[in-house]
């Protein structure tokens, strides 16, 4: 009795074998080696919309099996209650950036963490004489985020990323100054789509 149940089950365990085998290498053949994306973040515009100005951000990037490599620009208008200075105000700022992703998954979805440098070019007003005063920061950047597939290769991303500002350049008028801090925090949400 005990071997006709055992040579009764041994097919069906053969048949999920094959089934698993099967689907695994389906998974496999649709693994995508390479592609190129293209996303918006919406942060800087929304923070600039708080300003009464306009903001924007592109990415566009290339990915190959678990990497990903993206050229960012964004512009945006920082509230002056962020700036932690009274005696400046309308900093504007221009990000360029380019970075490394690792996915932990293949086909570009769920975690990713990553790291680059980003170069921004400012621009800051003194309430003391009404000047308008230009700074750059060199900045060493780390991320970390979470590709939700929602319709084939359209995407939403939440993400978040420390900043560490490399340089000391700063605007002095009169006798205050105004410094970008050396360690800032962001978290924010793309959308994009990859071919």
Do not use: C
């Amino acid at each position: 009795m005990s071997i006709a149940a055992a040579i009764s089950a041994q097919p069906d365990t053969v048949g999920i074998s094959n089934y698993r085998t099967n689907l695994k290498t389906q998974t496999d053949s649709k693994r995508i080696k390479q592609t190129v994306g293209i996303a918006i973040d919406l942060l800087p515009p929304i923070m600039s919309a708080t300003t009464g100005h306009f903001g924007y951000s592109g990415q566009l990037w290339y990915g190959y099996n678990k990497f990903r490599v993206r050229g960012v620009i964004a512009g945006f208008h920082m509230p002056d209650k962020l700036m932690g200075n009274e005696d400046f105000t309308d900093l504007q700022t221009t990000a360029t950036a380019l970075i490394v992703d690792f996915f932990k998954d293949y086909n570009f979805r769920g975690w990713w963490i990553g790291g680059g440098f980003e170069m921004w070019n400012n621009t800051i007003t003194s309430k003391i004489d009404n000047k308008e005063y230009y700074f750059n920061n060199y900045v060493a950047t780390a991320g970390i985020g979470y590709i939700f597939k929602v319709y084939k290769n359209f995407y939403i991303e939440p993400w978040g990323a420390l900043h560490y500002v490399l340089n000391n350049e700063s605007v002095s008028v009169s006798d205050t100054e105004y410094k970008t801090k050396k360690f800032q925090g962001e978290i924010s949400l793309k959308i994009g789509w990859h071919f």
